[in-house]
């Protein structure tokens, strides 16, 4: 059951930027019905007002109980399961450094009403298991009502504003603020409507509090853009800020990590291995003056001891070598494990070598541990918590109810039939009801033991057995036959522990003893005379010890003596048996800790392909600093080489602590991730793998990589990854973003349409889809033109509708719809094919396809252009799993049309798992309403309006979106927004907008304007610029053009207004640029001829 968020009322979000401001006061205009407004801000209070919009009731019958569902214009809505679902509306409001926030109600105009049936609640996700290795399936929504609530005579929501504790988001610090305007008593079926509410938030400050209660003036860089949309007093908050952001406390860099003479041992099993000299120099070692005493081997910080077989010269020469003990990595997520040789500073640690010990009391048996796992698969939902073992080896209870394990004991003692058996068990649950589970053991058809436990945890149980025989075993786990979706059973791995004969096997026994006393240890069963023995109980500091071999019959003995006075591991083994690393490489130093560096673009990428992402990473220069960092260097420096996604958060949260100011604001994963290492798919750039999820429990979650301020869910960096597999597949998508961006002044009107496609909200009989109106859902986008300005904007609505509409009124749409899917799946084809800014679809979905095959993953294959041409989509999901990139063995939809050659997509915002269409509808929300309205043309500042929007006006019952939905492609590119729908300039005085000015009558074309400034040939430091020109005569438009390195250069801003300024902000130092105003007017057009350009260069 999708349960409560415990961060439901956790702070987050808010932002802001600074250059020295005066606090401002800001001033409504009149107040607008459904949206809240600033009334006044400064660095005492914020004074808020709501007017609350009518309410719509709609009669909803679900389960056979009525309900009534409420609905108002512009609104969130409560949407914890259960808990019944009310209009709300929320913004982020910046607050103070050292604010303490105080609510007080000003003004309320309220009246009650009594409603004939009880509020609708919010729905819970039902689940159904298409099998099971697969993450469960929507199969609709139920409406249960929590009876706790239900019950109660009270108004929910408890209060009608509330606020979160302050909370920090990069430099800034803000609250979230809701207003409740309808309160419902569910026990008298009471609605309340507050009208209008003035509210003021007091932040404890007096009039002269200085800058450490106040804050200072921080300049955030191209993350400013993020802040302006989020923060609803942003231009009064700029100087509300601290520099200061806390260093993480990180795992100390790898010191070999600097070094020119270091080396990386990559070990991915347990045991005693084997470097030579020879595979050194084959990786570039230069013997030439090294003394071999300098040789230093260390792993995860710590110096191991080693082993030198060399002929006493301590020169590194052919055929000698050196041996150490090696750990295979405990986490099966962690391909390999990493050691570091370093060489000619001191002397390293060498492995003792304790005088031989004669005699001493030859035990017969010793207890052995033996343990049986295979990591067969990854199941996110088993157990379904994050800090567990995902990997299983066998389903249990599915198609039979048990699972069989043979074990072939050739070493157990004479006259032993007892032991101790082990079975880790796990089971899923997937948001349904726990369920009790039984596991029984048995031993060699004999049942051992039988335990209850509950579904969605692990078990570890433990049995005494008497009927063990030598030889073959079998052991059965069991338990309760399949119940429900998701209730599976798995085997994580069996022991048995039983007392054994000192046999080695295929020349290696690996043993522990814990008696003191002095031992001679017998091992039998070697094939040779060459035999090793050392002490490994620390596998830091092994020890050699003195071994002698016997004869005995065709085979030998090996004997070990020890003075034994505390427990012991030993590993004996024929020199054959020595392991050879997976690899000997020589690093190459890097210096991600240099505090000078500095970014405000990462692309972070296999090193291989750092010159595949070159081109990207010129483009983006405009952006500013500009940085690619091979994953390899974020290995070796926060995580001691060993690859892992926490180390790119720890790489990720030291550039944002410590580099030069501003921190970046885009990170570019260029790589694909693959949580299931099973299917042999590279994982190029790690998975951040989290309990993200309240359905499927793990999920790849690469918001979860730049989250850096404590207590906010939202990122403080944009992010994107693009998921190549290859070299090929990064070139597909490099060269289609540079196609996108560069040559997107193609003719049509391409950049001005959206495709709408929805699944059906209707069944063929009437009935609607439990999962939600598609139809509604869409058209609070594309019919609302506070997301989406039509005209210019046109929107292309395919809408798939399986309900005759002259049978079923309900089903009725005020525009035509597609009745047959194959003429639905047809028109999407054909209109990614012509060319669409976006293709936005709402419905049910799955990893391959939409629902109804409307679009396949299959199809991107066929969906290509001419290599250049720029008309691909940016694609819009709001459905479930179709961004899954992170499962091997298949191509999600939305992976499939990014990797594609010359076709495709260029981009996709897209969900890694399930979802409920009603919270799907506040990311699309605040996509459109910060691409098109906020004019943030930049992808992942649309994602991050997205998810703030969502933030803002959600209760909590939709946070998992805030991970869940990755942003599949380039945050850093710029949408081919028309010319019409370009950013927003902003004012350079907010109190004094400029004039529209008057118009003289034209003969003709008005005469070009005399431009201002800057100055052409004019140099200077700041990036933000504003552009002035003379009046001209009868002229009632200005159009402006802003281009970078030369008149014909990266294209950096462009419109129309009828001022006669513009400030454009977030401009690259160290670049030249150019511009020129044209006159227009509406009867005769634009100045006619050449333009005239200026030209200016900002400062390095």
């Not at 914890?80 to 679902?85: K, M, W």
């Not at 609640?121 to 099971?132: D, G, K, Q, V, W």
């Not at 290859?726 to 193609?746: H, P, R």
């Not at 930049?938 to 946070?959: D, I, Q």
């Amino acid at each position: 059951m999708k349960t409560r968020l415990s961060v439901l009322f956790i702070l987050f979000l808010a932002v802001t930027i600074g250059f020295n401001l005066p606090d401002l006061s800001e001033a409504a205009q009149t107040p607008a019905s459904g949206k809240i407004e600033l009334v006044e801000s400064n660095s005492q209070h914020v004074v808020l007002e709501l007017t609350a919009p009518p309410l719509s009731q709609q009669e909803r019958v679900e389960s056979g109980a009525t309900f009534l569902e409420l609905s108002a214009q512009g609104s969130g809505r409560t949407d914890i399961a259960g808990d019944p679902q009310l209009p709300i509306y929320g913004t982020l409001v910046a607050v103070p450094q050292k604010a303490k926030i105080e609510l007080k109600i000003l003004q309320d105009r309220a009246a009650t009403q009594t409603l004939a049936n009880p509020v609708l609640p919010a729905p819970t996700l039902r689940l159904t298991s298409p099998s099971p290795t697969e993450p469960a399936v929507e199969d609709g929504l139920d409406y249960i009502p929590n009876t706790t609530i239900y019950s109660a005579n009270a108004l929910y929501p408890g209060e009608r504003v509330s606020t979160t504790t302050p909370a920090p988001w990069r430099s800034q610090r803000y609250i979230r603020v809701q207003f409740h305007p309808y309160q419902y008593n569910p026990a008298t079926r009471e609605l309340i409507t507050h009208k209008k509410i003035r509210v003021e938030i007091s932040f404890g400050l007096g009039a002269n509090a200085g800058r450490e209660a106040v804050g200072d003036a921080v300049n955030e860089g191209g993350f400013e853009a993020v802040l302006e949309q989020a923060l609803i007093n942003y231009e009064s908050s700029r100087a509300w800020r601290t520099p200061q952001r806390p260093s993480p406390t990180l795992p100390r860099a790898e010191q070999a990590a600097s070094a020119a003479n270091s080396f990386k041992i990559s070990v991915n099993a347990d045991g005693m291995y084997k470097v030579t000299c020879d595979s050194l120099q084959t990786a570039g070692f230069n013997p030439g003056g090294v003394n071999l005493d300098t040789f230093q081997l260390s792993t995860q910080g710590n110096e191991v001891a080693i082993e030198l077989v060399e002929d006493g010269d301590k020169q590194c020469e052919s055929g000698e070598y050196f041996l150490f003990f090696g750990q295979a990595p405990t986490d099966y997520a962690i391909p390999y494990n990493v050691y570091w040789l370093t060489y000619g500073s001191g002397n390293g640690k060498r492995m003792a070598a304790p005088p031989p010990v004669s005699g001493g009391t030859t035990p017969a048996t010793y207890l052995k541990t033996l343990h049986l796992e295979q990591n067969n698969g990854y199941v996110s939902f088993a157990p379904f918590s994050e800090n567990a073992d995902h990997w299983i080896w066998s389903l249990v209870n599915y198609p039979n109810n048990y699972v069989d394990i043979a074990a072939n004991l050739t070493d157990l003692a004479p006259g032993t039939t007892n032991g101790v058996l082990r079975a880790l068990v796990q089971s899923g649950a997937q948001a349904n009801p726990y369920y009790v589970m039984q596991s029984t053991l048995f031993s060699n058809g004999t049942q051992v033991n039988q335990q209850d436990w509950v579904s969605g945890t692990a078990l570890l149980n433990t049995a005494n057995v008497n009927n063990l025989v030598n030889g073959a075993n079998t052991f059965r786990v069991q338990d309760r036959g399949y119940v429900g979706p998701g209730i599976y059973v798995y085997l994580n791995y069996l022991e048995l522990e039983y007392t054994a004969q000192f046999v080695a096997a295929s020349d290696v026994l690996r043993f522990k003893y814990g008696a003191n006393g002095t031992w001679q240890y017998q091992i039998q069963g070697f094939t040779n005379s060459n035999l090793r023995a050392y002490n490994i109980s620390d596998y830091a500091n092994v020890s050699k010890l003195a071994i002698t071999a016997q004869s005995n019959g065709g085979t030998f003995t090996g004997v070990v003596s020890d003075n034994v006075n505390s427990p012991r591991e030993y590993m004996v083994l024929s020199n054959s048996q020595f392991k050879s690393p997976l690899s000997v490489v020589q690093d190459t130093p890097s210096s991600l800790r240099t505090l000078a560096n500095g970014a405000d673009y990462l692309i972070i990428t296999y090193g291989v392909w750092k010159n595949n992402v070159q081109p990207l990473a010129a483009q983006r220069a405009t952006l500013g600093r500009v940085k690619v960092v091979d994953v390899e260097d974020i290995y070796d420096e926060f995580n001691f080489g060993i690859k892992s996604a926490q180390a790119i958060r720890n790489f990720l949260e030291y550039a944002y602590a410590n580099w030069q100011a501003p921190a970046p604001y885009y990170v570019l994963l260029a790589g694909n991730g693959n949580s299931d290492n099973g299917n042999n798919e590279i994982s190029f750039i790690p998975v951040n793998m989290k309990f993200a999820d309240n359905y499927i429990g793990m999920v790849a979650a690469d918001n979860r990589y730049v989250n850096m301020d404590a207590g906010s869910l939202l990122p403080s960096m944009a992010i994107g990854r693009l998921p190549a597999r290859s070299a090929a597949e990064m070139d597909n998508m490099v060269n289609k973003l540079l196609a996108y961006e560069n040559n997107n002044n193609s003719a049509g009107n391409w950049q001005k349409k959206v495709m709408f496609v929805t699944d059906s909200a209707f069944s063929s009989s009437g009935q609607p889809d439990s999962a939600g109106n598609f139809f509604e859902l869409s058209e609070e986008v594309a019919g609302n033109p506070d997301f989406f300005p039509a005209p210019p904007m046109i929107a292309d609505r395919v809408y798939f509708n399986r309900c005759d509409a002259q049978t079923y009124p309900q089903c009725a749409l005020p525009f035509s719809s597609y009745n047959d899917p194959a003429v639905a799946r047809s028109a999407v084809l054909a209109g990614i094919q012509q060319g669409r800014l976006i293709v936005n679809y709402v419905g049910h979905g799955a990893i391959l396809s939409w629902a109804q095959s409307l679009l396949k993953a299959s199809d991107a294959e066929n969906l290509t252009r001419n290599p250049g041409d720029p008309k691909y989509p940016f694609m819009m999901p709001m459905t479930c799993y179709d961004g899954y990139f992170f499962g091997g063995g298949f191509t999600s939809l939305s992976e499939a049309l990014l990797v594609q050659k010359d076709g495709g997509a260029v981009g996709s915002f897209a969900p890694a798992s399930l979802g409920v269409a009603s919270g799907h509808d506040f990311l699309d929300r605040g996509f459109f309403q910060a691409l098109l309205k906020n004019g943030k043309p930049r992808v992942g500042l649309a994602t991050m309006g997205s998810k703030t929007f969502l933030f803002a006006n959600s209760s909590g019952g939709h946070y998992d979106l805030l991970d869940t939905y990755n942003l599949l492609g380039d945050p850093g590119m710029m949408f081919a927004l028309p010319d019409e729908i370009r950013p927003t300039p902003t004012p350079t005085d907010i109190n004094a907008p400029t004039a529209t000015p008057t118009a003289t009558p034209c003969a003709g074309k008005p005469g070009a304007p005399a431009l201002i400034s800057p100055a052409n040939d004019s140099s200077q430091k700041k990036t933000k610029v504003t552009l002035t020109w003379n009046q001209s005569t009868c002229a009632t438009k200005y159009k402006y053009m802003l281009r970078q390195d030369g008149k014909k250069g990266l294209k950096i801003n462009s419109g129309k207004q009828s001022g006669t300024t513009i400030t454009i902000e977030g401009l690259a130092k160290g670049h030249d640029y150019y511009w020129y105003v044209k006159a227009c007017n509406g009867s005769f057009g634009c100045t006619r001829g050449v333009p005239t350009w200026s030209k200016f260069h900002i400062k390095p």
